[in-house]
């Protein structure tokens, strides 16, 4: 395994761990400001604010490869794990009262966790975006079940301790490999004004279109979905870990047994992907079980490929061009990903107001079906974005 893959592999251990798991405990936490719309409401304005600082510190981070990629990169990682340490001091109430604590932990969760979204460039090469695809299928099911594992550490006493802290561990190692790649300098073209501009340009339309509408139905995938997983296991951390994990291996395994079949034109087409990812998401919208919603989540996954839309189902995180920079369009998707989730965060916070999960839920999910359903019809299969 080379430095890149042993860094690439670490890191998603970190991000499979404790990624979706970091959001679901900071609403737990926020319930301390009153009801459980209140606490939707403010960790959806909270999810919606990390991708606004993101957009703003993306063009930065673009112009800051020119000085070194390596510390770009390792300066991503260091954020994650600032990230996780202040949940971890903020539950712990370092910070003072428990909504004091709790809004510390907010804040400086949101601003490091911004920076990652906005930092995490790898170093470049031909085949650095296809670094996932070369680990072995032992290493694909360790990752999967590391959401299980996270499940048992949140059971016990101060568990949030244990499994945020390994986490963050695992990331900091994920740096030790990094050390000894190869320094690159990365040129960025634009200045901070013109990675804006860029967004209006004409000849650029289709492309923001296609990536701000990957934001909205990743938004509803990898952030209210697992909200909604939350409610659907009544609470329970280890029930939440097992219905990712069962997701992902029975993924893995359809994928395999179907590959000859899901590699033709025809599954591939518009129509079909649209097909599969509306099944899935009325399966979501009636799934009543922990099966039944690993179900929905399987028959996504193995009926569309997540490299289309930049997500990693493994790290439930999506990130242009596999977290590699190519080129100044590698920014400019990313400031498109997280226009999509903010509208549609913005929009969820609107609906958390009625006091009505069906309505908060329902409104976040449709949007991301509109979502799903321009970049399949607007994009085609042609174009990749991962």
């Not at 712990?92 to 990652?116: D, E, N």
């Not at 219905?243 to 029975?250: D, G, I, N």
């Amino acid at each position: 395994m080379s430095d890149l893959s042993l860094h690439r592999t670490l890191y998603r251990a970190a991000l499979a761990s404790s990624h979706i798991f970091a959001w679901v405990l900071l609403f737990d936490a926020l319930r301390v400001f009153g009801s459980l719309y209140a606490a939707l409401a403010l960790v959806t304005l909270l999810y919606a604010i990390s991708h606004t600082l993101s957009l703003f510190f993306t063009p930065l981070a673009g112009m800051s490869l020119g000085h070194s990629v390596k510390r770009t990169l390792s300066l991503a990682v260091l954020s994650y794990t600032l990230a996780l340490t202040t949940l971890i001091l903020a539950f712990s109430g370092i910070f003072g009262s428990t909504k004091a604590s709790a809004l510390i932990g907010c804040i400086g969760f949101v601003i490091f966790y911004a920076l990652h979204r906005a930092l995490y460039f790898a170093p470049f090469s031909v085949e650095a975006s296809l670094v996932e695809n070369r680990t072995t299928t032992l290493t694909e099911v360790v990752l999967a079940v590391l959401p299980v594992a996270t499940g048992v550490l949140l059971m016990l006493p101060s568990g949030y301790v244990y499994a945020l802290g390994l986490s963050a561990v695992i990331a900091l190692l994920s740096l030790l490999p990094v050390r000894t790649l190869p320094e690159r300098y990365e040129r960025f073209e634009w200045s901070y004004g013109d990675a804006f501009f860029a967004l209006f340009v004409r000849g650029h339309r289709r492309l923001v279109l296609g990536s701000l509408a990957d934001g909205m139905q990743a938004a509803g995938l990898l952030f209210f979905w697992p909200l909604a997983l939350f409610f659907i296991v009544s609470g329970s951390y280890l029930s939440l870990g097992f219905v990712l994990a069962l997701t992902l291996l029975l993924t893995m395994l359809l994928r395999h047994l179907l590959h000859p079949y899901l590699s033709t034109k025809i599954v591939w087409s518009p129509d079909t992907r649209a097909t599969v990812m509306l099944s899935s998401w009325l399966m979501r919208f009636s799934a009543f079980s922990p099966l039944s919603a690993a179900i929905a989540d399987t028959v996504y996954y193995t009926g569309s490929t997540h490299r289309v839309y930049a997500l990693d189902p493994l790290t439930l995180e999506q990130t242009a061009d596999g977290g590699s920079y190519i080129d100044e369009l590698t920014t400019l998707k990313e400031m498109a990903y997280a226009i999509g989730k903010i509208m549609l965060a913005l929009i969820a916070v609107g609906a958390a107001l009625t006091e009505s999960l069906y309505v908060f839920f329902g409104t976040a999910f449709l949007l991301a079906i509109l979502g799903s359903l321009i970049s399949v019809y607007l994009v085609r299969s042609e174009r990749k974005l991962a």
